[in-house]
């Protein structure tokens, strides 16, 4: 068997990668005690939470630019691209894999290459995520960052608090995006491959 190291993780997806889960763990932490305000207080006293939050958002935020600029004019981006293509096919059988052909040793079908890094659960998730979800999060927290530029009624109903209600769900669906994502990269061929593979930049293809 011969292993094969396949560049995949340009540094500044790497650079982009580790700042964005920094601030994304320092969000949920501090928007969680925000948001379990009690009389007793807060589990992070609360101006400390508002004001580490308010970092985080605006750093996350122009991560976040960066990410998507990078994207553009690098060509990790066709990793984002096609993502509908065969999709419920190709979705099944990837699903298929991690519910059986995984505990059968059976080869990824989808296997790692310069020009299709992820596969098609990853690919679509990732679309989703930086496409819809942070954008929703982010000009949500925008909104309630600077109120003013908020309606302050929709059909009767508060602006903040409608404001409020999206990024409260975004933020939780985020959340629960990070715990998955979390698991899934732990599926690669050892259970830290997948992680050494964001530190130094290579995948470890065997055929
Ligand atoms: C993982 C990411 C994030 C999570 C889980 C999160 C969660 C939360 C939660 C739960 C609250 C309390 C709301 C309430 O209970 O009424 C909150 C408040 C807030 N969030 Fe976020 N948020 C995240 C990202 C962001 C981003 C990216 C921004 C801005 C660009 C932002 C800006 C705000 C602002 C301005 C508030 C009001 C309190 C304050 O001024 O700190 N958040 N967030
Ligand atoms: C402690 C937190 C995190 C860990 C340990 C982690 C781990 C990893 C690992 C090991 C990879 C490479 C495997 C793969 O390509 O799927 C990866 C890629 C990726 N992660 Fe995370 N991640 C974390 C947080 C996040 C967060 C908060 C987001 C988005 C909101 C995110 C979005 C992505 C994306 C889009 C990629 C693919 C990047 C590319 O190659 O273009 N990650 N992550």
């Known amino acids: 068997m011969t292993t094969k190291k396949i560049y995949v993780y340009p540094v500044w997806v790497r650079l982009w990668h580790v700042l964005n889960a920094i601030c994304f763990i320092l969000l949920i932490l501090t928007g969680m005690s925000l948001h379990f ?19 985080a958002a605006i750093i996350i935020t122009f991560n976040y630019g960066y990410f998507v600029m990078g994207n553009i004019v690098s060509s990790n981006g066709k990793h984002y691209k096609n993502w ?4 419920a096919t190709n979705l099944w059988r990837q699903g298929r894999f991690y519910a059986f052909g995984i505990f059968k040793k059976e080869p990824h079908p989808f296997p790692v290459s310069e020009d299709n ?10 679309v989703i995520v930086m496409y819809l979800g942070m954008p ?8 309630l960052l600077f109120p003013e530029t908020i309606a302050y009624t929709v059909f ?9 209600m999206l990024h409260i769900t975004m933020g939780f669906v985020l959340s629960l995006f990070l715990l998955i994502h979390i698991y899934t990269c732990t599926l ?9 593979g964001m530190i130094n930049g290579y995948h470890d293809a065997h055929d």
């Open 37 to 55: 305000t009690t009389a007793e207080g807060n589990f992070i006293r609360f101006d400390i939470s508002v004001a580490i939050h308010n970092v």
């Open 84 to 87: 509908r293509k065969n999709l």
């Open 156 to 164: 009767g109903v508060s602006g903040l608090l409608l404001t409020d």
């Open 136 to 143: 929703l999060l982010i000009i949500s927290g925008l909104g």
């Open 117 to 126: 890094k992820f596969n098609p659960l990853q690919k679509i998730s990732y």
């Open 188 to 196: 690669g061929e050892k259970p830290l491959s997948l992680f050494k």
